[in-house]
């Protein structure tokens, strides 16, 4: 098959991601109908330029590159490690930032993944990221998404370290654990930049 600039934008995206789901494609790459996204899909699958298969029965089939299309792309071929207990916070990361974009807040251009981040640091001992980091009127802004209560020592730390790297940052965070919620509040008040979200809005 002949690739297209958005068959390259759809390899591009689902290598930036840890998981990726058909209808995060759709929004990322600009398709209008989730037929036509599927399609294409299938073609890249058919052709031997992408992979699916199935993590949680209840969950869509995720999407990632097959050796070929790494090697297209000038990436070390390597299986996407797909952390279980990471998954739901993983689809989470994608909705925020398709909501952003979708609210005009960013656009895709200004983004960059986490993935990305570790993959420009290069070896080495794994320093925290936040999910993604965005651009907007000459300020970096951090987004991180947290569903659950990490220690106090290590979710400060976290805060701390977007305090000193990024002129802002966004936490978006599941309203009914009241433990984190108030952990960040109270966070907030020495974290000056700290902008606090409920997952739910997204």
Same mark, same amino acid.
């Given at each position: 098959?002949?690739?297209?600039? $958005?068959?390259?934008?759809?390899?591009?995206?689902?290598? $930036?991601?840890?998981?990726?789901?058909?209808?995060?494609?759709?929004?990322?790459?600009?398709?209008?109908?989730?037929?036509?996204?599927?399609?294409?899909?299938?073609?890249?699958?058919?052709?031997?330029?992408?992979?699916?298969?199935?993590?949680?029965?209840?969950?869509?089939?995720?999407?990632?590159?097959?050796?070929?299309?790494?090697?297209?792309?000038?990436?070390?071929?390597?299986?996407?490690?797909?952390?279980?207990?990471?998954?739901?916070?993983?689809?989470?990361?994608?909705?925020?930032?398709?909501?952003?974009?979708?609210?005009?807040?960013?656009?895709?251009?200004?983004?960059?993944?986490?993935?990305?981040?570790?993959?420009?640091?290069?070896?080495?001992?794994?320093?925290?990221?936040?999910?993604?980091?965005?651009?907007?009127?000459?300020?970096?802004?951090?987004?991180?998404?947290?569903?659950?209560?990490?220690?106090?020592?290590?979710?400060?730390?976290?805060?701390?370290?977007?305090?000193?790297?990024?002129?802002?940052?966004?936490?978006?965070?599941?309203?009914?654990?009241?433990?984190?919620?108030?952990?960040?509040?109270?966070?907030?008040?020495?974290?000056?930049?700290?902008?606090?979200?409920?997952?739910?809005?997204?």
């Amino acid at each position: 098959m002949r690739l297209m600039d $958005r068959d390259l934008k759809i390899l591009k995206e689902v290598e $930036r991601w840890r998981v990726i789901f058909g209808r995060h494609i759709k929004e990322l790459t600009g398709f209008t109908g989730t037929r036509a996204c599927d399609n294409r899909l299938k073609i890249l699958i058919d052709n031997g330029y992408l992979k699916r298969k199935k993590i949680l029965f209840e969950y869509p089939y995720i999407y990632s590159l097959t050796s070929k299309s790494q090697k297209l792309l000038n990436i070390i071929p390597k299986d996407n490690e797909i952390r279980l207990d990471q998954f739901r916070h993983n689809i989470a990361v994608l909705d925020v930032l398709i909501s952003l974009i979708k609210q005009k807040i960013i656009t895709l251009a200004d983004v960059v993944s986490e993935k990305e981040m570790h993959s420009l640091e290069g070896f080495g001992v794994r320093k925290h990221k936040p999910d993604f980091i965005f651009s907007h009127e000459n300020n970096k802004i951090a987004v991180e998404i947290e569903m659950s209560l990490k220690s106090l020592y290590r979710l400060e730390a976290n805060i701390k370290d977007n305090f000193l790297n990024y002129d802002g940052q966004i936490w978006y965070i599941d309203s009914q654990n009241n433990k984190l919620k108030n952990a960040l509040a109270k966070f907030s008040e020495q974290y000056t930049n700290m902008r606090i979200r409920n997952l739910e809005e997204v």
